[in-house]
Nanobody, 124 residues
């Protein structure tokens, strides 16, 4: 299985941009679609964005459309989430995860490999 490690989180001010990285080891990302999730305190873990094996077929939830961008660099075994126009409602733990390439799912239960998460806190 692929081991995933998220990085790039931290404390930012409202309106700031931030890029999260998801580095893979013990395997390659090229055979998996990738998803970014987040979970706020007391809330369910929800899918924010998903990207296909070759970088196409991008999906975004309504909450992040026009603000966040998902992309990947398979040669570096890394996936990214570029976050612009952040606001306090974006405060959460952010996770990356893999999913079988042919599945199009929003359900966390369908994702296979998970990182430990990275905390993003957006101040007013």
């Amino acid at each position: 299985q692929v081991r995933l490690v998220e990085s790039g989180g931290g404390l930012v001010q409202a309106g700031d941009s931030l890029r999260l990285s998801c580095a893979a080891s013990g395997g390659t990302l090229s055979t998996y679609a990738m998803g970014w999730f987040r979970q706020a305190p007391g809330k369910e873990r929800v899918l924010l964005a998903r990207i296909g094996v070759t970088g196409g077929l991008a999906y975004y939830s309504d909450s992040v459309k026009g603000r966040f961008t998902i992309y990947r660099a398979n040669a570096n075994n890394t996936a990214y989430l570029q976050m612009n126009s952040r606001n306090p409602e974006d405060t959460a733990v952010y996770y990356c995860a893999t999913i079988i390439y042919w599945r199009a799912s929003m359900d966390p239960q369908d994702y296979v490999d998970w990182g430990q998460g990275t905390q993003v806190t957006v101040s007013s």
